[in-house]
């Protein structure tokens, strides 16, 4: 069986599709989508509509981004947020303009059901952004964190690697998991449209909502596939640049 994590996709099906097609899919693959399903791409919602359809006939873990809590929140109770809506907001409010009611609480209830982490029994994490609490995402006090926080994502970047494992000076959040996997801060930002690792920490945000692809990483043997850049498979717009 392989674990197969997936980075953000912010409604850029065509290119999910595409790499997707590549893995080939198995039937005992089991899939981990690590949030930002939407935002960004003008196919938000059959994003949204394919990832259901998908786990129908797929094992699927879903972890929850920001963006998704910001739509849910739009969908669920009419939030517009202004900031949201600039940060690619305003493609999926038209996205889901023309979804029946019916349709829409389907999705609604998808959003409901996302989890904000997981933890599998290799005692890796898979989470959108990270955590602040020293005994882990299980402990935080305000559970929004997880698919917010950028914290872990610094103090792993700017980590000493020479610095081992069992050393006091190792940072206590990353002794938590033997590995972790996030989204959230698009290796773009770095120059990379690739995964990094640093330390125990894989970032999988390839960028798909500005320049970069969707990647898919095999977690055992960290061989990994990649759409082709999703703004090459929407020509005709800007994504959130």
């Avoid at 039937?27 to 938000?44: P, Q």
């Avoid at 409010?93 to 059901?113: C, M, P, Q, T, V």
């Avoid at 690739?194 to 330390?199: D, G, K, L, R, T």
């Avoid at 390839?206 to 020509?235: C, H, M, N």
Wanted: hydrophobic share 35%; net charge negative; glycine share 8%.
């Amino acid at each position: 069986m392989r674990t197969l994590v997936i980075g953000d996709i912010h409604g850029g099906l065509r290119a999910l599709e595409q790499v997707i097609e590549k893995v080939r899919p198995a039937a005992n693959d089991h899939f981990i989508f690590l949030g930002d399903y939407v935002d960004g791409w003008s196919e938000a919602a059959e994003t949204v509509s394919f990832l259901i359809h998908f786990s129908e006939t797929h094992r699927c873990t879903f972890v929850r981004g920001n963006h998704d809590y910001l739509v849910h929140r739009h969908l669920r109770y009419g939030n517009k947020n202004q900031q949201w809506l600039d940060h690619g907001g305003a493609a999926s409010r038209d996205s889901y303009a023309n979804l029946s009611s019916e349709e829409k609480e389907k999705h609604i209830l998808f959003y409901e059901g996302l989890t904000n982490y997981h933890i599998d029994k290799h005692n890796r994490l898979f989470v959108h952004a990270g955590f602040t609490n020293l005994k882990g995402p299980q402990y935080e006090h305000f559970e929004n964190l997880v698919f917010w926080d950028r914290t872990l994502w610094e103090m792993a970047k700017s980590l000493d690697q020479s610095i081992l494992k069992n050393s006091f000076r190792y940072p206590e959040r990353l002794k938590l998991f033997s590995e972790i996997y996030i989204g959230h801060t698009a290796l773009t930002k770095i120059g990379s449209t690739i995964p990094v690792n640093y330390a125990n920490l894989w970032n999988i945000d390839t960028g798909a909502a500005f320049t970069g692809p969707i990647t898919i990483l095999d977690v055992d043997t960290k061989e990994f596939w990649q759409s082709e850049p999703v703004r090459q498979l929407y020509p005709d717009e800007r994504g959130r640049n």
